[in-house]
């Protein structure tokens, strides 16, 4: 009985025990070899069968060397109270790297592979520390492939909070439709997103200033092992149940930095979903913790320690003395006086009078005349427009303009960067500035996420004699406005699951500065050249 049931327990195994591919694949394994299993041939007593071992090898053949292998068993019987449990090694050819592992039932436990540098047995101190650090850089710092994690993010402009949870341990809270037990579908995909968003609001509750507000889902993915399908946006792909995972950021916007942040997670259970862990990036610090079925208090707290606020884009309001329209300096006094004499003189001569009767008046009148030279009017000449600024005051209005500009791009909603553009820019250029900009801040492989701008770089800047004509409907440039070409940097980050990308971005463009009821904006704004560098990403330094 012992050596036939030999035989029917390796065809169970091949059964019972899943090997995947990073793709989710199941692999077909067949058995290779059977182990020597001397039974004496009185049997043997059940209080001793466990002294005894089976011992089985079976192959699974793969066309490439794997990046990723996941494990996983279901040796379970419903009726029997205390859980199977397989001790998982596994051991990479050529590399003195094991992994081990306890899997519990349907818990899938996933290893990578480093084929290109696999750890030398020989290997020091520190080229250990190097492989180690050039794994987490590979993976981003996510080397739990069966872990929950959440990372929060507070901003002066924003809260957000991701998590990336294995659909495994999602779909033993929610329930997710699916017609192959072991792919999720594009369309069962999305027939899963309300569920998944309504899972969230109520598992994952934020507090801000005391209040608990609503999440905005900004994205909700779908990939697998490699963190690379949530680093890079791509399009919708099959995935795997056994390893696959989903990547939920849900956003709460602020109008400043909050006094205080609160979060928790409120739903676990017993046999798949036991922990969560928690990365909270808040102004110069990080903070790591653990939620966790076994805990009373799962919540994690942030306080505004007293950072000042960043200061609001304002007006840049135009200098009087700069703006007003050309004048002269006239003695006009003394023409009045001098006028007034000449048309007395004028009138006695036509009349004839003797110059005897009129002297008495003309002498007066030449002293005035000559008395009040020196005392100056300016005057308005006749047609002039406003003096055009000097270089230097119009570099200076022009670096505050273009500080508010990309200022107001710090702001999440539209609402509040519409408000905070109309301080610099004027008329159809608001749109036009809003959409441009737009655009060239969206990182595409992050699904049109708008960088945040770390840096601004001026290269150069002087008075263009060519001014900006790229806007429709944009007011002519008059005097004293001016065209101002502009060389610059901008280097943008959009930072997401504990990982930056970021991207530089190189301009050369011309914008019209005008004079709008007292405040310099700008009314035109020509693109003559963009370049848009690579996108590098890497995990953040803790």
Request: charged fraction near 25%; glycine fraction near 6%.
């Amino acid at each position: 009985e012992l050596r036939e049931a030999f035989d029917i327990h390796a065809g169970y195994l091949l059964d019972k025990i899943d090997v995947f591919n990073a793709a989710g694949d199941r692999l077909v394994g067949k058995l290779l070899e059977k182990g020597p299993f001397e039974i004496p041939d009185e049997g043997v007593p059940s209080m001793k069968l466990m002294e005894y071992h089976l011992n089985l090898t079976f192959e699974y053949e793969l066309a490439t060397p794997p990046e990723f292998i996941t494990f996983r068993h279901d040796i379970t019987d419903p009726n029997f109270t205390r859980p199977s449990e397989v001790s998982l090694t596994v051991k990479q050819a050529g590399s003195e790297a094991v992994y081990g592992a306890n899997m519990k039932g349907l818990t899938p436990e996933t290893v990578r592979f480093d084929w290109e540098n696999p750890l030398s047995k020989t290997a020091t101190g520190e080229e250990l520390a190097q492989w180690f650090e050039r794994q987490r850089d590979e993976t981003l710092g996510l080397t739990n492939y069966g872990g929950v994690y959440t990372f929060i993010y507070v901003t002066p402009f924003e809260t957000r909070q991701e998590v990336l949870i294995p659909i495994g341990i999602l779909a033993s809270e929610i329930r997710i439709a699916q017609a192959d037990p072991y792919y999720l579908e594009v369309e069962e995909q999305t027939a899963a997103l309300e569920s998944i968003r309504g899972f969230f609001s109520s598992a994952a509750p934020l507090t801000i200033n005391g209040q608990v507000v609503p999440p905005r889902f900004d994205r909700i993915d779908f990939g697998g092992l490699d963190i690379r399908d949530f680093a890079m946006q791509r399009e919708p792909k099959r995935v795997s149940v056994a390893n696959g995972r989903v990547g939920v950021i849900m956003s709460y916007p602020t109008r400043k930095l909050p006094d205080s942040v609160d979060a928790t997670w409120l739903r676990f259970n017993d046999k798949f979903f036991r922990d969560v862990d928690v990365v909270a990036f808040t102004p110069g610090k990080t903070d790591r913790k653990q939620f966790s079925i076994f805990l009373a208090d799962n919540s994690w707290h942030w306080a505004n320690p007293g950072l000042p606020e960043l200061p609001e884009v304002v007006a840049v309001n135009t200098d009087s003395d700069a703006t007003r329209p050309a004048t002269t300096s006239l003695p006009l006094v003394s023409f009045a006086c001098t006028g007034i004499a000449l048309l007395i003189l004028t009138g006695s001569l036509l009349r004839r009078f003797r110059i005897k009767k009129i002297i008495w008046f003309l002498i007066p009148l030449a002293i005035a005349a000559a008395a009040t030279w020196t005392l100056r009017t300016d005057v308005r000449l006749p047609g002039s427009q406003p003096a055009t600024l000097a270089s230097d005051r119009a570099a200076d209005v022009f670096d505050q303009l273009i500080k508010n500009m990309f200022r107001s791009f710090d702001y999440s909603s539209e609402e509040d960067i519409y408000d905070s553009l109309s301080a610099s820019t004027s008329g159809p250029l608001l749109k036009e500035v809003y959409l441009k900009m737009r655009k060239s801040l969206e990182i595409k492989e992050q699904g049109g996420a708008i960088a945040t701008i770390d840096k601004i770089e001026i290269v150069s800047g002087e008075i263009s004699k060519q001014p900006a004509s790229s806007t429709a409907g944009a007011m002519p440039l008059t005097s004293p406005g001016f065209a101002w070409r502009c060389k610059w940097n901008l280097t943008g980050t959009v930072e997401h699951w504990g990982h930056i990308h970021q991207r530089t971005n190189s301009y050369d463009a011309i914008f019209n500065v005008q004079n709008i009821d007292g405040e310099w904006k700008f009314t035109d704004y020509e693109t003559l050249n963009e370049k848009q560098g690579p996108v590098t990403f890497g995990p953040r330094k803790m």
